[in-house]
């Protein structure tokens, strides 16, 4: 169902149902650019640590607009065996409320509108009829002001809007080449007091004009008239004059009143059906779903936190429960299965053996969508698709019960917690290397990074160049970091000490460590975090920003949740502490991101993971590689979320592997405590995958 | 006449014709947004001087987008006393012209954007079908890569660029899972050998499937294949394989670098139409135009230098002859005659008497606009109504010659020193209080400004406190800076001392005069240049800023002009010395604005204006302005420029008034010159008007 300004009031009771009555959502938004970064590169450095994605994106991403939101709710009808799906495809514009609330900036990239271009988008839709929304700061902002002018009125203090304080006290200047046309205006009005006509509209005029025409009336008539500026469909403002008795005259200001309330409801807009979705507590579905994740929050909650760790708090509390399937399909049993994880490859894919399509079905009076007409990059089809790629690979998962649920639907409703445990609140980390996913619930992974050098070089160079240059160390995987700078992966980590003592007399290029470049990297930030204040002169200061900018609370109206809601009964926090991810020190206030693995049970529940792809080392090494480009492992995904996608004479093979035997002991840990609501059945469940 | 991507190369040469018959050429743009600061009174301080204006405009416009150009070109048609007309209306997108190209970035301002919405703008034609552009350094430097890759070619060094260089060494590395593919496709081209077909389309795949491709058959096939990756409609990208034989190899290789140059010159799409205008030297008319012509420079020529002098210089080159109809109609004889200075208002009065509608009639094959039907803020629409305001106010003009010619369009053709003469190459400066224009050809007005005080205060203050503070001093006109300071114009110059007397012991607030406020300036601004340098980290890096962004140059292929083209002919730039204009001293490069008049003739030919407006000091003292509102008199003009309009509670009124006798006779001074070409005729003109 399309969603626009014009039909959304109409929609939203269908919309809050849909939510309200839903085993699971998924969702997907559509941005008008991805990066405004000098190229990919600045955003997807291979070897980025979570924090530093984090702010990449946080920089360099939100300001484009989120501007379609797809939301598509799936509903188990146990009658028909299948799913009832609702899907809607809203487009979201911030028009301004009135003249004096924010006005928005929003960055297009062209290569990303032009992508969407491509596809069929309807950029009118979004800028001529697009659904408005506000943050919670100016939610409450404008309520308190609508508040207070309410009561100023009641109180007889101040004056209704729409009189100027200055007119009472006398006639009006009224400059020499206004005279005629304010004295044909108060011929006009005298007229209308001698007739039997009620209301008078005068010709459109400017501004000024109005103004005098206020001062003018106010002074001459002060009873018996209700004078009001109507802007017509073309923004042409005109005044309306009423003939009214005070009894006429109030109601009509309680009138204006009510609806001024009704319109504030109107501009908080799109964010009701985000906050609808967030009260639900229900698992959200999305497919590579960060940024979608991170643009949610900015454009309907807050301003993004500043530190990672407040923005995985914040999430949290906004969607209590999210599952990213492209991280599910990058992951055991899956990866073995799923050559691309790109959501219109995941798609076909799992309509064949040894997966099933899913039974779905859509719900009477929304239009169908047909999968083999893709309709890819409409964020409701995206969203609709992602869902169907879930129930596809939950499905799978159920054959692994005893006895084996070829429909492991029901689990939804009865047992919540039981996709809780297996995969959600993971987000994919597009193209790093060795950390597949962000945890919204503790700390990342932390892989050994040993066998990594950092090198220094003139402009001049390129990949080729770093080949010559290791050509003694075997493969090596090259990270470009800016046009001076790249990561160079060793196969060997042995190999390390070798390469830094060969460049010991080097005068064109430096090599460090990765242990040295993240300690200097670590001195410069704390050195620039003394001077950081004298910056922000030249930052484009946007007043949406500035209210939470300094010091970061939780959004308003929700509270810290427990990691599991399901489960988040009073009490059960302190439960939580004997759960194995408990126990990890967060980074304290210092910076220093050294990990603690303090584990109860003896074991070393989280190590480091090592950081190899299990494809090996790549053998090209193509000298046609502009020095841009980071030839980081990805598929044909990059197409998916930047229509800029990596060039044929690139290299690199598709999915992203990683080993990490040890967190699923983390997670077997947690499961403990689990296991009274959780069947015993499911044990099998975690010994087929690596990650849950 | 509509022209979008899809029918630019058929419009072109109509377009060009055009331009080429033309007497004189209307121009108007509509932009994605007006103004990134955090609100309209940071562009827009009535006490700017114009540098500070144009700065700002340079740092807060330029990121918005000049998405749709129109162009109204006017020639008259003796037999039928009309001009003829030919309308086009320009869809401007930034489509990247490859993989490689830039990426622009560009800003939307939600106000700008839905006020464009509401008169009907249609999106989808911009996003969707814009017509690509590219600046002069972007097009040289496309041009110099295909140049290039084709020299390289014809050298047989390198490699089309078709086949990835590292193909050729030997079979290459397929990965286990691509093994089946790529042996089924090797299978399908030994079957296309042996087959009477001479072309294979395989399946869509990814890009590592592609590159597996080449290098397979490149190695394999070395001879008598011609590979090619074909994109379609979708974006979906394919391999097509074609048997040839060493001459038709040759041959489609050719044909590929021919497509590639008209691919190029489809990539300086639009730009080409402005080249155009520019070389044919043409009067252009505009109405408010200087965000008009610092846009076309920005997205078609170079950006924007740093210094106004360079700006003005770079505009002389550009557009040597251009009329600012807003300026026009706000100076005499019309300033008397015409209220409302906005588009809309003066084409309305321009029909009326004492003027008289323009005869004109469209050319054939062009749509008519019917003007009853307004269809403002097209800009094709625009364009066209401010020729038609041209034509009345010139052939107004006209009347004041002897004999008087109601039609005065012939002299376009025979003397284009006359417009020239008359108003071109000052360019409107919208809510400056007392430097109404930008002067192209020589320095800018230096008002005194005696009377203006500089106060800071604390930020609660509103601009009745500031009324009440200068209370004892008569009537007094506020432009606020900021939160915390504002320019205060006294009505009497001799009561400065004693306000700066009176605020000798004050704690919360601060009075500075001008002078201080100046100096003070200049010293921070020459602090600042001593560590500019270290904060171009933090900017927004775009590529297309980058190449000329250090040292400034005059735009590609344009010499410096002489001031009045029409007159330039060799030697004659000599003679400009004895016009009364040569004789200001530029700024130094030491930043000193200090002027110096030195008139040969003895008379101080250029004063400081005075800074009063003629409709007196404003009586009312309105408390509800909100702090951040300027008081700059304007009239609804704003809602041309911004739909956020003037508050109808703001004071002022509209027309900006000026005094500058002492200009007229630098005007006078340069009349001498023209003499020998102006009929003697025309002195009464300069008799009538204070500017011209």
Redesign the interface.
Same mark, same amino acid.
């Given at each position: 169902m399309e969603v626009t300004r014009k039909n959304f009031k109409d929609c939203l009771n269908t919309v809050y149902s849909a939510i309200e009555e839903a085993d699971f959502l998924a969702i997907d938004g559509e941005f $008008?650019?991805i990066s405004?970064g %000098?190229?990919a590169s600045a955003l997807t450095n291979g070897l980025d640590t979570p924090e530093e994605r984090y702010t990449k994106l946080k920089k360099h991403s939100m300001d484009f607009?989120l501007f379609q939101f797809g939301l598509c709710t799936f509903k188990y009808n146990q009658a028909k065996s299948k799913y009832i799906t609702k899907t809607f495809n809203f487009y979201i514009? @911030? *028009?301004?409320f009135s003249?004096?609330s924010p &006005?928005? +900036?929003?960055?297009?990239?062209?290569?990303s509108?032009?992508?969407?271009?491509?596809?069929g988008?309807?950029?009118?839709k979004?800028?001529?009829h697009g659904i408005p929304y506000l943050n919670q700061d100016e939610e409450v902002q404008l309520r308190e002001q609508t508040e207070e002018r309410r009561n100023q009125h009641a109180n007889g203090v101040g004056t209704p809007s729409y009189i100027? %304080?200055?007119s009472s006290k006398g006639p009006?200047?009224v %400059?020499e080449?206004?005279k005629d046309f304010i004295s044909r205006v108060v011929e006009k009005v005298e007229a209308l007091f001698a007739n039997s006509e009620k209301t008078l509209d005068l010709e459109p005029c400017?501004?000024?004009q109005? +103004?005098l025409i206020?001062q003018t009336l106010n002074w001459k008539f002060p009873k018996g008239l209700h004078v009001e500026?109507i802007e017509t469909?073309? *923004?042409e403002?005109y005044i309306q004059i009423n003939k009214v008795d005070e009894e006429e005259r109030k109601r009509r200001e309680q009138q204006k009143l009510e609806k001024e309330q009704e319109e504030l409801n109107d501009a908080v807009g799109f964010s009701r059906v985000v906050h609808a979705i967030s009260k639900s507590g229900k698992l959200v579905v999305g497919h590579n779903m960060l940024l979608d994740v991170m643009h949610s929050i900015h454009q309907f909650y807050c301003p993004l936190p500043e530190d990672l760790q407040d923005f995985k708090e914040v999430t949290m509390c906004v969607f209590p429960r999210l599952l990213d399937t492209k991280l599910m399909a990058s992951t055991q049993p899956f990866k073995e299965l799923i050559?691309?994880t790109s959501l219109a490859e995941l798609e076909k894919q799992l309509k064949e053996s040894p997966f099933k399509p899913p039974q779905v079905e859509t719900a009477e009076g929304f239009p169908s969508y047909d999968t083999a007409q893709e309709q890819l990059h409409e964020a409701g089809y995206d969203a609709y698709i992602t869902g169907l790629c879930f129930i596809s690979m939950a499905n799978y998962l159920g054959t692994f019960l005893t006895p084996p649920k070829a429909y492991i639907s029901a689990r939804f409703q009865t047992n919540r917690a039981f996709f809780q445990q297996v995969s959600d609140l993971l987000l994919f980390l597009m193209r790093i290397i060795d950390i597949p996913y962000l945890n919204l619930t503790g700390p990342d992974l932390q892989p050994k990074r040993d066998h990594v050098l950092y090198v220094t070089f003139p402009k001049e160079w390129k990949t080729s160049d770093l080949y010559q240059l290791f050509s003694a160390f075997g493969n090596i995987q090259v990270s470009w970091i800016d046009d001076t700078s790249a990561f160079v992966s060793l196969s060997q980590t042995d190999q390390v000490q070798i390469a830094m003592n060969t460049s010991r007399y080097a005068e064109s290029y430096r090599i460090q460590t990765y242990a040295e470049y993240i300690q200097n990297k670590q001195q410069e930030k704390e050195k620039l975090g003394q001077t950081a204040k004298t910056?922000g002169e030249? $930052?484009?200061?946007?007043?949406h920003y500035t209210s939470t900018a300094s010091s970061f609370g939780y959004p308003r109206g929700l509270r810290k949740r427990s990691i599991s809601p399901a489960q988040g009964e009073p009490g059960s926090e302190d439960a939580l502490i004997t759960d194995g991810w408990s126990h990890y020190s967060f980074p304290d206030s210092t910076g220093s991101k050294k990990m603690k693995t303090d584990d109860l049970s003896g074991q070393s529940s989280v190590e480091a993971v090592e950081s190899k792809t299990s494809?090996g080392w790549l *053998?090209?090494?193509? $000298?046609?590689d502009?020095a841009g480009l980071s030839p980081v492992p990805d &598929?044909?995904e990059e197409?998916e979320e930047n229509?800029?996608? @990596?060039?044929?004479?690139? &290299?690199?093979?598709?999915t992203v592997t990683w080993q990490q035997a040890s967190v699923v002991q983390g997670r077997k840990g947690r499961k403990k405590k689990k296991k009274s609501e959780a069947p015993e059945s499911t044990k099998s469940l975690f010994e087929v995958p690596e990650v849950w």
């Open positions: $008008s650019g405004d %000098p190229n607009l514009f @911030p *028009k301004p003249r004096t &006005d928005i +900036k929003f960055i297009c990239q062209s290569s509108i032009d992508f969407l271009a491509s596809q988008f309807d950029f009118n979004v800028f001529c100027s %304080p200055s009006a200047h %400059p080449e206004h400017t501004g000024f109005r +103004k206020y500026t469909e073309k *923004k403002r050559t691309y910056w030249d $930052s484009w200061v946007k007043p494809e *053998k090209t090494t193509d $000298s046609s502009s &598929d044909e197409e229509p800029e996608g @990596p060039d044929p004479g690139n &290299d690199a093979d598709g």
